[in-house]
């Protein structure tokens, strides 16, 4: 992999998928801070966080660290730690599928858009080949039906509660499977594999667009978001309705990158202007 030089890209990877690279280029620095990145919940792991992912969170932060001084001593950690995670079975539990995954894909973040020259590109080449392993052992897992119907209620609680933490772990699921196939097609773009097309089968997925949902902090907020404000399941990411119906409030950042990959930024920063808000 060359070094990832954002300014001679081609028109189509600068208008529609630049802004999504800087996004996930953020993830490392987000799941140290926030234990979140757009697609995993900053709840999913309140309780236990799988080894795996605690590695990785633990790369990030040292990631996040590197300068001259450093670079190569930390950059030798992460190699270790990624190499590590290819080389061992894929897991079936569907949690320690999600944490392999989410794991595995901040490696490759850090790895692929870092623009480390050091890297050696069979290695990352064959890390790829293992994320891509991943992301089809989550694709099964990923719910496709539509629960917006589902009644909650304020009181008493405990269905509401189990709800929303069923509701957390399969958006994550969700997301994190759009989020691998989205970094897997920005990955061959870069390597000029023009016609990858693997992605498509990220579109047997229901994504729940609502940044009042994702953003909920209690069981209450989720609830009242729940009831009160409109959300949108995008089924096969088809944004017809987002991109109709939505307001700016509406969509979090997960949203914004997936808005922006279909229609590119200067019509993007239009449509959040035009709803109220901005990209």
């Known amino acids: 992999m060359k070094n990832v030089d954002l300014a001679n890209m081609s028109a189509f990877l600068n208008t529609h998928m630049r802004y999504g690279i800087e996004q996930m280029k953020a993830a490392p620095k987000d799941m140290v801070l926030y234990n979140a990145t757009p697609w995993c919940h900053p709840f999913l792991y309140e309780q236990e966080m799988p080894r795996v992912l605690q590695d990785a969170q633990a790369a990030c932060a040292l990631y ?20 590590e995670l290819v080389a061992n079975p894929l897991p079936t539990a569907p949690g320690d ?3 392999g995954t989410q794991a595995l894909l901040l490696y490759q973040i850090i790895r692929v ?3 480390d020259v050091r890297r050696e590109r069979l290695r990352a080449d064959a890390a790829m080949d293992r994320l891509e392993s991943y992301t089809h052992a989550l694709r ?63 579109l ?39 991109i109709a ?16 990959a279909f229609m590119g930024i200067d019509d993007g920063r239009g449509w959040f202007l035009t709803r109220g808000g901005a990209l």
């Open 140 to 202: 099964p897992l990923v719910d496709v039906e539509d629960d917006s119907s589902v009644l909650l209620t304020f009181y008493p609680t405990a269905s509401s509660m189990s709800f929303w933490k069923s509701w957390i772990f399969r958006q994550s699921l969700c997301r994190t499977l759009i989020a691998c196939f989205y970094f897997l097609s920005i990955y061959h773009v870069l390597k000029e594999n023009f016609a990858y097309c693997d992605a498509q089968k990220a």
């Open 97 to 99: 599928v999600l944490a």
């Open 245 to 260: 119906d939505a307001r700016a409030d509406d969509i979090d950042s997960f949203g914004k990158i997936l808005l922006v």
């Open 204 to 242: 047997s997925s229901l994504w729940a667009a609502s940044a009042h949902l994702w953003n909920a902090r209690s069981v209450m907020e989720f609830t009242t978001a729940w009831k009160e404000k409109k959300h949108f399941p995008i089924r096969d990411l088809d944004l017809t309705e987002l």
């Open 113 to 115: 858009l870092d623009g």
């Open 64 to 83: 996040i660290t590197k300068n001259e001084k450093n670079a190569s001593t930390i950059s030798r950690h992460i190699e270790l730690r990624a190499d």
